[in-house]
């Protein structure tokens, strides 16, 4: 995988997603959450904006440190 391609300037983070929107907004109610739930950071998740492990690829090729934000209800 080519995280950056010729088209894209190298300051941009997100390659691909919702590039036809101005900004890229997701919404979330934390009702949908159930137990929790891992957020993308690294803008290669094809489950956007959750976390589908691809930063684990785009760390390793880049060299990279990033990771999800996660979700999680405080045990009781
Ligand atoms: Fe982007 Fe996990 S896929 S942080």
Do not use: M
């Amino acid at each position: 995988v080519v995280w950056q391609t010729l088209s894209r300037p190298k300051n941009q983070v997100n390659p691909g997603i919702k590039k036809n929107e101005e900004k890229v907004v997701n919404s979330v109610d934390i009702e949908d959450l159930g137990d929790g739930a891992a957020f993308c950071r690294c803008w290669r998740s094809k489950k956007f904006p959750y976390c589908d492990g691809s930063h684990n690829a785009y760390n390793k090729e880049t060299g990279d440190n990033v990771g999800p934000l996660c979700l999680k209800k405080k045990c009781k």
